[in-house]
């Protein structure tokens, strides 16, 4: 898949800010795999996406209220269901693109690709769910919301571990991102590690 450029990672990492500025900064296209989530979850067959058929008949307790590395290994991004409906989208969208978002696994990326994975810390992490004010939307529809964003946080601390795990085995290249980490130092570090600008 040429003229692909992928950013993976944890959520609250970075990656569609980072993606951003750099499509705009070497005139490339973006596709957010996180905006494809809900038309990708019409598309999918149930018999390949059992997670995802399941989830979807989940209560919002039944989601988020479960034990963290329950969600973790149920979580049907996480285990990559509907992973080729992600490369049908990349076959038909015009190139050079950056693909960027948490389903971009590291066992799944083409492996010849330029592709790099944000690792945030649990500080990080939150800070940046503080800053959008996104850290009460999906605990906050639950009967528990305290137990729930715990486990949510939980769960994403497990998943962003994990991925350190993998891409080390892999040899894959990551960035660590960490609280005074600036944007800019991390765009620059990507478009490196993406081979868009010399090192």
Known sequence: MEGIYWIGGGSGAGKSTIARRLAAEHGLGVYDTDAAMADHAKRADPRTSPQLAAFIGMSMDERWLRPPATMLDTFHWFRGEAFDLILDDLRRRPRPVIAEGFRLLPALVPPEARAVWLLP????????????????????????????????????????????????????????????????????????LLGLTDA
Do not use: K, N
């Not at 769910?129 to 639950?142: E, K, L, N």
């Not at 795990?165 to 609280?179: C, H, Q, S």
């Open 121 to 192: 810390t649990p500080e990080f992490r939150r800070a940046a769910f503080d800053h959008r004010g996104s850290t009460w939307q999906i605990a906050a529809r639950t009967s528990d919301p305290e137990r729930a964003l715990h486990h949510l946080l939980e769960r994403d601390r497990m998943f962003t571990d994990r991925l350190r795990a993998e891409t080390r085995e892999r040899g894959l290249a990551t960035v660590e991102v960490e609280p005074g980490l600036t944007e800019t130092d991390l765009t620059v570090r990507v478009a490196q």
